[in-house]
């Protein structure tokens, strides 16, 4: 891998363990009978709640609407009756109100053909209003509303388009197989955003464990004849932050505080992109991902592609449930995923993959005092001091933590995993950013 791109600073090579589905085709997930769909999936202020219950609901019908510059739709994944409005637990520990749709009637969508329209003929104003519309968010793991990313502010311009096709994160290959399954739908999708930022270069990462990836979409780019370089990328995590990402191909880094377009750059990742295909091309909403569910204690490891809403429970069992008990289920990658402890919470927009874990996947341990060894600041990306920080988290000081950098941490989880003591270091970087969160709030 010598002369291949990355990033500067920092990062982690843990086990990749992708081998259990990368080669494994996308299959649609069979739809559940109640669908719970929650009205916070999404960066920003929750949608409100357009039905109540009784209510009959279409597939795709606009169910919740956002609420403010920063939130996103939410729509009906299914066909059926409206059961009640009732308070969840998201994957990440919050409460959100969420809508309960027992299945009935006819699709839509499902088995029709659909018509396509010529996006070519829309205006900038246009595609982006249609992204909004069907309530497309990004799909890396951020969840923040597309149109508001790709509108760009007055003074600011994207010299760079970069297509997020890293899929770092172990045991996750749903954008793989999206690239392998899918480029020439992604290529449409790179086309019409585009069209909204009018970038000067477009370039693509995919880390060079993904050849056929990397072959894939060049062939796709050249066959439709848009200036895309496919950058293969050296194999280190967190290599698909957009952060490390962008100084991995543009050699670019983005300061303390700042987004990627004050540095002239747009990134999206390919399952956003994707999505922004069938948002503009077919009029879809985003009622439904490509997510991975594989670990050690799953059955069948597979790729599907899932309707949001759908509960977990549901999807393990469709993957031939547990061979054997799970240490742990993890909701998103081992890294930056969420422990979850009831299976019937649903999958949201952001959900990537489930992962049922095993004792020797986890290799637990107790936790110790700090040794004061320093792999964590050398492992850190983001050139913080994660060992001080989560001291003064842990005694109250939250303020001490935020002046020493506490909001630029992109909690990747990198000390958390070379920390021999076992602290739990990203736990309490979520902790401290929360509590900085409220305490401004209430200000």
Request: with cysteine.
């Amino acid at each position: 891998m010598k002369g291949l791109k990355t990033f500067s600073r920092g990062g982690v090579h843990p086990p990749g363990r992708k081998n259990l589905t990368s080669s494994k085709a996308i299959k649609n997930a069979v739809i559940p009978t109640i669908s719970i769909v929650p009205l916070s999936q999404h960066l920003g202020s929750p949608s409100e709640c357009l039905v109540k219950a009784g209510d009959n609901v279409t597939e795709g019908m606009l169910i919740g609407k956002s609420t403010g510059f920063i939130s996103a739709n939410i729509h009906s994944p299914v066909p059926g009756t409206v059961k009640e409005i009732k308070d969840v637990y998201l994957p990440n520990g919050m409460l959100s109100k969420a809508v309960s749709i027992e299945l009935e009637g006819e699709f839509d969508r499902l088995g029709k053909e659909q018509n396509k329209r010529d996006w070519e003929g829309f205006s900038k104003e246009e595609l982006l209003s249609m992204i909004a519309d069907n309530g497309v968010v990004g799909l890396g793991g951020a969840t923040f509303p597309v149109n508001v990313k790709l509108s760009i502010p007055k003074g600011k311009k994207a010299e760079y388009f970069v297509v997020n096709g890293v899929e770092c994160e172990p045991y996750l290959t749903a954008d793989h197989r999206l690239m392998l399954e899918k480029a020439e739908r992604i290529i449409k999708g790179i086309q019409i955003i585009s069209k909204i930022v009018e970038p000067e270069k477009i370039a693509m990462g995919i880390e060079i464990n993904k050849p056929d990836a990397i072959e894939t979409m060049k062939k796709a780019a050249a066959e439709a004849g848009i200036p895309l370089d496919v950058v293969p990328l050296q194999v280190k995590y967190p290599q698909g932050d957009e952060k490390q990402l962008l100084q991995a191909i543009t050699g670019r880094e983005v300061p303390s505080g700042a987004l990627p377009i004050d540095i002239g750059c747009v990134v999206s990742n390919v399952g956003t992109v994707h999505a922004i295909y069938e948002a503009v091309v077919f009029n879809k909403p985003l009622i439904e991902r490509v997510l991975t569910v594989t670990g050690g204690a799953i059955a069948n490891p597979q790729n599907l592609k899932v309707r949001i809403g759908t509960p977990i429970s549901s999807i393990i069992e469709e993957c031939g449930g547990f061979k054997e008990v799970p240490e742990k289920v993890v909701v998103g990658g081992p890294m930056m995923g969420f422990t979850i402890y009831d299976l019937d919470t649903p999958v949201i927009k952001g959900t990537s993959g489930i992962l049922a874990l095993t004792s020797s996947e986890i290799h637990g341990a107790v936790r110790t005092s700090c040794i004061s060894c320093g792999r964590c600041i050398q492992a850190c990306p983001m050139g913080l001091n994660p060992t001080t920080l989560f001291k003064y988290i842990d005694h109250g000081d939250y303020t001490e933590a935020s002046e020493l950098g506490l909001m630029d941490c992109k909690e990747c989880g990198s000390c958390g995993f070379v920390c021999p003591a076992r602290i739990p270091l990203i736990q309490g970087m979520r902790l401290g950013k929360r509590m900085l969160r409220k305490k401004k709030v209430k200000a």
